[in-house]
């Protein structure tokens, strides 16, 4: 047998928003479950000698001292094996720890103890809506009293920047502030080619956003009445360019389109498969190990396209953390290179991983 019924009752129920605690990370809100709280759980749920964590792997990735104080950060690898009658069924997850103390061997104690808590936590979430995992959805579904946690669109997860296609940023703390600027800008874009390269700069932005707001509000469709005022900014432009072209092409004709497939150069193949797209997404963030992950396109592997992401082989999994940050940078390939590692190798892995 595995699970019993109470607690089958138990995994199935809302994550009581009391037990949640918010914190400021880059600029960024996260949402989390303490470690003691998912602990008492498990006691709770699976029983005090029906489950057992065993500390895979630990690594220390970074130590030293500023200001007489000692710093660590580690790494672990957690398994958390739960007996469920004559099943064990096993987890694993993997967190981080960092701690800054008086004293080396204080430092490090208290960063793996940390990375291991971190660990268990990930791993145990993976059961159910008791042990954190309501706070992996955007909305919030699986926690009881949920409004108490769902900050405003005002105020929700800011910084946000606008990119323009001259190089040029703003960095707003309000996302309605941003959105003004955004559709400032877009009126303001004298042809197409900046007017998508705005669009194509800022597009994941305004999909965050619109994914965070309640969409049975007006603050629902903000994607929606972006695109329909780039469409009518388009149109106008489009109508601007026909009556230029009008009058300084009386004796010209319009050339043939050119088939660039066959040029000396060609231009680069834009692969789409929403399959692999799923498949990077499964893997783990490539910065930090944290699940789930987004598929982040390398925006420098191919040359920019009006609107058009690069082909979907150049994706790597990000965490939404960091995703977020990569896109608020200015320089992707400085930010890869800050981190040693190469995005392209990556995405190579994969594609050959998930398309043999």
């Not at 047998?1 to 037990?19: G, I, P, R, T, V």
């Not at 690898?77 to 469920?84: D, E, G, N």
């Not at 197409?192 to 597009?203: A, C, H, M, P, S």
């Not at 309640?214 to 009556?243: D, F, P």
Request: charge should be positive.
């Amino acid at each position: 047998m595995a699970f019993s019924e109470a607690q089958l009752k138990n995994l199935e129920a809302k994550l009581d928003s009391k037990y949640v605690r918010t914190r400021r990370a880059q600029n960024i809100t996260l949402a989390y479950v303490e470690g003691w709280h998912v602990i008492a759980e498990a006691n709770r749920i699976f029983g005090f000698d029906a489950w057992d964590r065993h500390t895979l792997s630990t690594r220390c990735v970074w130590s030293g001292s500023t200001n007489h104080h000692y710093a660590a950060a580690y790494i672990a690898k957690v398994r958390i094996a739960v007996r469920a009658g004559s099943l064990t069924i096993t987890r694993e997850g993997r967190g981080s720890g960092e701690a800054k103390a008086l004293s080396p061997g204080e430092a490090h104690e208290v960063a793996l103890k940390a990375a291991e808590t971190d660990a268990t936590k990930r791993a145990l979430a993976t059961f159910g809506n008791p042990f954190g995992l309501a706070l992996y959805d955007r909305e919030l579904n699986g926690v009881k009293n949920r409004k108490a946690l769902i900050p405003s669109l005002d105020e929700y997860r800011g910084p946000w920047l606008l990119s323009l296609p001259n190089g040029a940023g703003q960095s707003f703390n309000r996302a309605d502030e941003f959105i003004v600027a955004l559709r400032k800008a877009l009126t303001e874009a004298t042809d197409i080619e900046q007017l998508f390269g705005i669009w194509e700069r800022n597009v994941d932005t305004v999909r965050t956003i619109n994914k965070q707001t309640n969409r049975s509000t007006l603050r629902g469709v903000i994607a929606q009445n972006l695109v329909a005022q780039m469409k009518t900014r388009a149109i106008a432009l489009a109508k601007q360019g026909s009556q230029a072209l009008e009058e300084t092409s009386d004796d010209k004709r319009l050339r043939p389109k050119v088939n660039k497939s066959v040029l000396a150069i060609a231009e680069a193949k834009r692969i789409r498969s929403k399959e692999h797209l799923q498949f990077v997404a499964s893997r783990p963030c490539v910065i930090c190990g944290r699940t789930p992950a987004h598929a982040h396109h390398v925006r420098y592997a191919q040359t920019r396209g009006l609107a058009l992401k690069v082909s979907d082989e150049f994706t790597v999994p990000l965490c939404a953390i960091h995703h977020s940050e990569n896109h608020s940078t200015g320089d992707e390939r400085r930010w890869w290179h800050e981190r040693k590692i190469d995005p392209l190798v990556v995405a190579a892995e994969l594609w050959s991983k998930s398309r043999p």
